[in-house]
């Protein structure tokens, strides 16, 4: 029995069933390469979900790390604050879209970073209400699932959802949903279900994760602004995977021109360590009373020193403009793949900077879903020695997620690996 047949029984022994995994047990990384516990070398583009965007253990942030560990690893910042979560408050601060005075709070992880910016929202606003977009994932606490715009697995046996919560059409002109038609519909929602005067907060990803890589058009962020600024509404950026020079810009809002008063952020803002952030307008930021917003291990000082790192790689490694030629990259070598003959299953290539999907249709004229091919691509990219990531509400699109860091000749290596996946998927299930 193979190391990885062992802790396979191991963790279904031990380890909760609804905790989802693959069938990968790491044994070491490096950058965008990924050893198993057999010796099996991946080149990983999924990248624990966006979390290490500079790569598995960049140099700078390990030895920012250590540095720190040889100081103190824990003290909590309710109890005996420190500088580095100060600085990288300020580095926050500036780094955010929008030219108004902002505040930042750390905590650690993307779905408490949600939390705390609807908190923040409703003692702003003295309102309840929030508005979410179909497609979404905000995380998998109460309130996370509640503004997610998918149900299974996220909501599926959980119960009652928090009240007050209400959903909007993602746009998605592949499936047919316009940014007219989701106005519209927000429009009729404010007359039909919920008084804009009870709606605390807006909260969308730029460019949905889980969902399916939809990328919010820019006209459609604007348009948001325009009424959360009619209505007194908080318009709340979620750029957890988004974020961090994933999409060609430090924050994918950013390609809207316009700016959210609270960003959310985790994932890649400390390669690999534990940490997220609320980051907005001031007074909004400042609403919650003392002690109402915080956590024991909330801007943990190992994770805190990992982020400064990793801003300063983003910046001196010019991480934004790799993005988006990697991006490049690969939406062309999909799109050539997507138009040969016999590759008719490929509806869609999409993608903003190297945060790129495609997904995978039973036939062009219906765009129905073909989840089983998706998964048996995901399948066969990992029998070759390439990590990918399925996604979307219908199971049916492929994520790719490659480090920024990535060497160009191992993302040939990946292209080359995806392209003959992709061909034999798609042969088996012709044959």
């Known amino acids: 029995m193979s190391n ?5 029984a191991r963790r279904a022994d031990a380890v909760a069933n609804g905790v989802a995994t693959r069938g990968i047990y790491a044994a070491r990384a490096e950058n965008a390469e990924l050893w198993d516990v057999d010796g ?6 999924a990248v624990g979900i966006a979390v290490n965007n500079t790569g598995h253990r960049h140099p700078k942030i390990m030895a920012a790390v250590a540095q720190q560990a040889e100081a103190f690893t824990h003290t909590c910042f309710h109890v005996a604050p420190y500088e580095g979560y100060v600085k990288l408050a300020e580095r926050l601060n500036a780094a955010t879209p929008g030219d108004f ?8 992880t993307g779905a408490e970073a949600v939390e705390n910016a609807v908190k923040m929202a409703r003692a702003f606003t003295g309102r309840s209400g929030v508005i979410a977009f179909t497609g979404a994932f905000h995380g998998r606490t109460l309130m996370g699932m509640a503004l997610c715009g998918k149900v299974t697995p996220y909501k599926k046996a959980f119960g009652a959802m928090p009240p007050e919560v209400v959903h909007v059409p993602f746009p998605n002109a592949f499936h047919g949903t316009s940014v007219e038609t989701s106005l519209s519909v927000l429009d009729n929602m404010f007359k039909s279900s919920i008084d804009p005067d009870r709606v605390a907060a807006m909260i969308i990803e730029p460019v949905q994760g889980e969902g399916g890589f939809n990328i919010a058009p820019p006209e459609f962020l604007r348009a948001l602004r325009t009424i959360c600024d009619e209505h007194g509404i908080v318009l709340i950026a979620d750029e957890v995977q988004a974020g961090m020079a994933r999409t060609g810009k430090m924050f994918a809002f950013e390609h809207s021109g316009v700016a959210a008063d609270l ?53 001196e490694e010019n991480l934004c403009a790799r993005a988006t030629e990697i991006g490049e990259k690969i939406m062309a070598r999909l799109t050539d793949i997507a138009a040969r003959q016999g590759m008719e299953a490929i509806g869609d290539v999409r993608g903003l900077g190297a945060m790129v999907a495609f997904e ?21 990219a ?26 160009m000749d191992q993302l040939d290596e990946a292209l080359d690996i995806l392209e003959a996946s992709i061909e034999a998927a798609i042969n088996a299930k012709g044959a």
Request: with cysteine; charged share 20%; glycine share 10%.
């Open 101 to 108: 005075a902002k505040k930042t709070m750390l905590v650690t």
């Open 40 to 45: 099996k070398r991946f080149i990983d583009f």
């Open 360 to 380: 995978l249709v039973t036939d062009r004229d219906t765009n129905a879903p073909d989840t089983a091919l998706t998964q048996a691509i995901v399948a066969e």
């Open 263 to 315: 960003v959310t952020m985790a994932k890649g803002l400390a390669g690999g360590f534990p940490l997220s952030a609320v980051t907005g307008r001031a007074e909004v930021v400042d609403a919650a009373p003392v002690g109402g917003i915080g956590g024991t291990y909330g801007g943990n000082p190992l994770a805190v020193a990992a982020s400064h790192a990793v801003l300063d790689v983003i910046d």
């Open 382 to 407: 990992e029998a070759r020695g390439l990590i990918i990531l399925p996604c979307g509400t219908r199971g049916n699109a492929v994520r790719l997620l490659p480090p920024l860091t990535v060497p």
């Open 4 to 8: 990885t047949e062992q802790l396979k």
